[in-house]
């Protein structure tokens, strides 16, 4: 039931999240590269709502896997394990993710010559 | 026949399985008259007491009520008994039947329904009334009008399977509850005399129940008299989700019932 | 199998779904180059600038917006009830799609033909 719950609130939380996302970064199309990215995520309030977006999108994305497996009539004993498995996943995912967000800082820029 | 309404050639596929002779199931054609009343079952009726007598289906009341004669007719899931054959000829005028799908069949067009009733057991479908303390009732419920329209959409179940069988989620998980059983505990859970709509809703509010649903659809299309398991998973979800709540409100209410 | 609208929404959603969960993987993965500094992360980028990846994306996008808008349209469910004009409602959220889709993936698609 938890699980399903929080799919749902991701699920609400991401229609912003990504409608957001997919407008500032790709709107209007052009060549992507470090200096077109930090236009935006030097400011550390594009850092928070980027952070908190990769959490809404892991949880959901992994609470989506698990319904999917769990469909499996052969998977359902396993249940405990894909839990645990998912929730190790996401934990690295969301570690490495918020790094590479936060590794988007100006003095990275200056640092290429 | 003292019919003298005129008939005309509908071409009839049955899919055949005799465990015993058949390596697997295949579809058998048969060319019938009908008129514009036969009916699917009139059909297999026809086929079996005329052309090929080990054709083997269920039925029995004929009138849409007793839930024997569910089949899969050109791909939905339907009763036969109250269907007539020339408003399902396809384009070719064929009229296609096949056992329920997803189900392990047993002969020609029945199947084995275990795991039907296994899961309709599993939410206890009768009711629990309120504890009487060991003594008789003292007096009739009294159960509001609103509260009878509420349970309409559940109550005319026939248990033909039409539903369960119609279900992507239970074709890929026998351990899914199902449309049929959760409309059931939905007619429960919500009848004022019931004591235990908590309990009723901890238990389809599991990993197998109202969450497992994907909301296909495919279970008010199939379902003979109209009902709506959809709904029902539906309204249980949001039940489920404050159960306590739910069963304290049920007990102020019985004081009065 | 049962072809019903239902069924064709649910498999979408299902297949648009698991594309995106392995997307987002690979996304998390080649995005943190930028731990490497802005010179790594401008190397792997130039490689995903290639016009192969460029109409990727666009289907990506719809990927995206259709999962998002059967989404919406699984909620809309959860809150009303739906039974009678369930049918239209799948149609309406189509047509939705496509429409969003194209004000969207025209300009990609643009963009990727022209070149860099």
Known sequence: MRVFIMQRLTAVALVLFLTLHMIVVHYPPGHLDFSRVIERLANPIWKGIDILFLLAVLIHALAGAYAVLMDVERVTPYKRALIGGSIILGVVAFVYGAMTILAFDPSALLAVN | MANHEPTQKATIRVQRFNPDVDPKPYLATFEIDITGDTTILDALELIKGTLDGSLTFRRSCRHAICGSCAMNVNGRNMLVCNRRVNALLDRQGRVTIRPLPYLPIIKDLVVDRSSFWEQYLRVKPWLIPPATNGGPMTGEYHVLPEEVEALKMAETCIMCGACYSACQVVAMNKQYIGPHALLKAFLRVLDPRDAAPAERLANVGGEDGVFRCHTIFNCIDACPKGLDPTFAIETLRKLAQKRQAFEADRLERQKSL | ?116
């Open chain 3, 1 to 116: 199998m049962y072809k019903t609208t239902g069924f064709i929404s649910f498999l979408f959603r299902r297949v648009s779904g698991v594309a995106l969960v392995l997307y987002l993987f690979m996304h998390i993965w080649v995005i943190g180059a930028a731990n490497g500094g802005a010179e790594a992360f401008n190397a792997r980028m130039a490689v995903l600038q290639a016009p192969l990846f460029r109409i990727l994306e666009v289907a990506l996008l719809t990927a995206v917006i259709y999962h998002g808008f059967d989404g919406i349209r699984l909620l809309i469910v959860h809150w009303f009830r739906v039974t009678e004009y369930r049918q239209s409602l799948f149609y309406a959220m189509f047509v939705l799609f496509v429409l969003v889709s194209i004000v969207g993936g025209v300009p990609l698609l643009l963009f990727a033909l022209e070149g860099n």
